[in-house]
């Protein structure tokens, strides 16, 4: 199928009627259905006629949609909305295609789906194949659960290494498809045939692979008892580079927790406020709100369940809230509307797998 893409931001957003629910998006394409079609199957003015017209109306519902448009067969056309293997926005692509209408001539779908790519892909005159790219998985000391991945592309050097590295991260995207690429592996390298250091596994392999370390992963946690509620907290000071103060707040008790690879997902609230009259602190009129900001979300969060609070940092303007979660899609969800409720701070979020929380070693506070 032919294949199109786009990325938002670039187009004034339409004056018409406001997109504010899934169902608004899909009633208003409904009116443009029709003529999306023709436009598709013709190929004519593909970029004024429809991604122009299509990508601020995502917009309004969220920044990090971007969509792929082409023929699926010569009566059929296909609108693919992805996350550009963002976690944080999966779910949200996700959502959007549930909610899509039953048409005829068209099939919607969320993520890049696996595609068959036996003769591979070719980028900046260099194919990327079944035939050139090979892997093998590292165990790491400390880490039985961690998969770190070596891919290895035949003809890859000093000279061109980044645009190798770009081919085969689109060759895996496309092979593995969107989400399990995004999921399945935790870290991954990309080096020449010269610097293997095992015996190279087809790439052809590869899903059989991450489907056992998955299988067996679920096997290994699947009766492991939830955290609980009682919690012990630890107030660290530490003095950053530039002389200013910081202070975090750590969940001690869940940073000894004996199981955290059960909750593998980590999510960074950051939020930026003024501290300059305070050594970068908060100060008071700050300070309330950004505990009832924290508050609701670890109450919704809660709620929600399969979520664990592990504490916050506050420093040089910014205060950064985290939580460890069973999946991806609940903090997603809860925190982004978060970002939504509080307009008055500039708000971001990152979400990452991370199954031996090793971004919190740092508290040292951990006694396993």
């Given amino acids: ?55 601020p109306k995502l917009k ?31 779910v949200f692509a ?15 779908t969320a993520l ?12 900046d005159d260099r194919d990327f194949s079944k035939n050139n790219i090979s892997f093998y998985s590292n165990e790491i000391d400390g880490y039985p659960d961690e998969i770190d991945i070596t891919f290895v592309y ?42 293997a250091e095992k015996e190279l596994v087809p790439i052809s392999k590869l899903k059989d692979f991450l489907s056992w370390r998955e299988r067996e ?20 000071e530490a003095v950053l ?13 869940a940073l000894n927790f004996d199981a955290k690879a059960s909750y593998p997902w980590i999510s960074v609230l950051k939020i930026e406020y003024d501290g300059n009259e305070n050594n970068g602190l908060p100060e008071n009129k700050d300070y309330e709100k950004l505990a009832k900001i924290e508050d609701k979300a670890y109450e919704n969060l809660k709620n929600e369940g399969g979520s664990v609070y592990i504490g916050r940092e506050s420093a040089d303007n910014i205060r950064e809230i985290y939580f460890a979660s069973k999946d991806f899609r609940k903090p997603s969800k809860v925190l982004q509307k978060i970002i939504k ?19 919190f070693e740092r508290y040292n506070v951990n006694q396993n």
């Fill in 241 to 253: 580079n530039n002389g200013l103060p910081l202070i975090a707040t750590v969940n001690t008790t």
């Fill in 60 to 90: 309004q519902l969220n920044d990090g949609y971007y969509f792929l448009c082409g023929m699926s067969t010569d009566s059929v056309a296909e609108l693919i909305i992805t996350a550009d293997g963002d976690i944080k926005n999966i």
């Fill in 94 to 108: 996700e959502e959007l295609i549930a909610e899509a209408p039953k048409l005829d001539r068209w099939k919607f």
């Fill in 112 to 123: 890049k789906p696996e595609m068959n790519i036996d003769h591979g892909i070719k980028m």
């Fill in 1 to 55: 199928m032919g294949i199109f893409d786009k990325v938002f931001g670039k187009k004034e957003e339409s004056k018409e009627t406001e997109i504010k629910t899934y169902n608004d998006f899909w009633d208003w394409f409904l009116t443009k259905e029709k003529d999306f079609f023709n436009v598709i199957k013709s190929h004519d003015t593909i970029e004024t006629d429809f991604f122009d017209v299509l990508a």
């Fill in 154 to 195: 035949d003809g890859l050097n000093e000279e061109n290494k980044s645009n190798c590295v770009t081919g085969v991260c689109v060759f895996l995207d496309n092979f593995l498809g969107e989400l399990n690429f995004a999921t399945q592996i935790d870290t991954f390298n990309v080096i020449g045939k010269d610097d």
């Fill in 341 to 359: 409720d509080y307009p008055e701070y500039k708000m971001s979020l990152e979400i990452y797998k991370d199954k031996y929380w090793q971004s």
């Fill in 217 to 236: 992963f679920i096997e290994k946690y699947k009766n492991v008892k939830e955290f609980g509620d009682e919690d012990a907290y630890t107030v660290l």
